[in-house]
């Protein structure tokens, strides 16, 4: 079987006849990254599509809010499941399957005419990302070699960019064309299940060989009470940061259009230089991780962005613009810090820890979301921004992590 890859497939072809886990396998994280980039993408998609789903369909902000709740859900509730499934029976297979139900569920938005169908669209959007995430974020482990935190970073970032692309490519398509435009999306779903069934087919290669070299992990001497207070100031951080990044990445358009009177495809524009950002500080925070500890990266992205929350609310068009870029490049690098920082913790459960992690990263983000759109619907977003302003103050529970990369 390998000899068959070896001659088929231009991933096996460049693995090394010694341990390739051994090494930093960059052609593998830039196709996984390449497919978190389309899987992203088209999840922004829905974000971005909202504006012309409220006007078309007369939602209010609740039943946009309610939109991403499907969404999450059904990524926060299976992601965890798949990814402790699969860490005790792999299937590299998925990886492909994950984008076929993302193009069901676009197919599905682009012709939905009731609040239901749009509902249920989303829910297959989410299923495809439930899928993708602990799968991919495995494969970006097994090829990281001894830079776990620069491979999450390079995989990190792209999804961050396919997320800052959904809302340009939705200002430069489905703004001007429609709803129905939304279905040439698709065609990066089917690019998806390309790229991911050559990534499933090395990984089911080398599989085997990681999951001994993450049994044969030396381990970090804490008891299971430590872990399981780490794991729980790690979600205690995770929800501070996605929390407020839901703030920004579903009300932020409607906030300029509010306050400062901008049309649809300006505030569009001014949400890709936000989720730009984003993906920016996302490059910054694994190698950094990987060299000062990440430990030090939580302090800095998590409590570090608090001053410039606090100005937001308060501040006129411009630097409104600048503090969103500054919130955008300092929250951003947490994440994948986190996820690292949560897989030593737990050696030899990288699919269940990804999951999860990605799993509370979705669902926070979706009640966040449904909560957010209930308080603009009884204020204004201007309340809502002053109200989510205090939540990176959460980042001082990072006292409380041990500081496990000194051991």
Same mark, same amino acid.
């Given at each position: ?114 609040? *239901? ?110 872990? *399981? ?129 990605? *799993? ?48």
């Amino acid at each position: 079987m390998e000899k068959t890859l070896a001659a088929d497939d231009a991933l096996a072809e460049l693995a090394p006849a010694h341990d390739v886990l051994n090494n930093t396998t960059f052609v593998v994280i830039a196709a996984i990254s390449f497919s978190h980039l389309l899987n992203d993408m088209m999840q922004s998609v829905l974000l971005a599509i909202y504006p012309i789903l409220k006007q078309r369909l007369s939602f209010s902000f609740a039943q946009v809010g309610m939109i991403t709740l499907a969404f999450q859900f059904t990524a926060s509730i299976l992601q965890p499941l798949i990814g402790l499934y699969t860490d005790h029976r792999p299937k590299p297979w998925l990886l492909p399957l994950s984008s076929c139900f993302t193009m069901i569920g676009l197919l599905l938005l682009s012709q939905a005419s009731s609040f *239901g169908a749009v509902l249920l669209a989303a829910s297959l959007v989410g299923v495809g990302s439930s899928i993708f995430h602990p799968e991919s974020s495995r494969v970006a482990r097994m090829a990281a070699g001894a830079r776990p935190g620069l491979s999450q970073s390079l995989f990190q970032i792209g999804g961050n960019l396919g997320t800052a692309l959904g809302p340009l490519l939705a200002a430069l398509i489905i703004v001007p064309f429609g709803q129905g435009s939304a279905a040439w999306f698709s065609l990066a779903a089917l690019t998806g299940v390309l790229v991911l069934s050559q990534v499933a087919r090395w990984a089911a290669v080398h599989v085997a060989g990681f999951r001994k070299r993450m049994k044969a992990h030396p381990g970090h001497h804490l008891s299971r009470r430590q872990v *399981g207070v780490s794991l729980a100031v790690l979600g205690g951080l995770v929800f501070s940061k996605f929390f407020y990044m839901a703030s920004l990445q579903n009300y932020y358009t409607f906030y300029l259009m509010e306050k400062f009177a901008l049309s649809i495809q300006t505030a569009q524009m001014y949400l890709f230089g936000f989720l730009l950002a984003v993906a920016a500080g996302t490059v910054a925070g694994g190698p950094i991780g990987d060299r000062i500890g990440r430990k030090r990266v939580i302090w800095g992205s998590i409590l570090g962005v608090a001053p410039f929350t606090l100005l937001l609310p308060h501040a006129n068009l411009m630097w409104t613009a600048v503090l969103s870029v500054v919130i955008g490049l300092i929250l951003a690098s947490a994440f994948s810090a986190i996820l690292v920082y949560a897989q030593e913790l737990v050696p030899g459960k990288v699919g269940a820890i990804s999951g999860l992690f990605f *799993g509370v990263a979705f669902g926070l983000a979706g009640i966040g979301a449904a909560l957010l759109g209930r308080l603009a619907d009884a204020t204004d977003l201007t309340t809502v921004y002053q109200v989510c302003a205090f939540l990176p103050l959460i980042g001082l529970l990072t006292v409380l992590l041990p500081d496990i990369e000194r051991r």
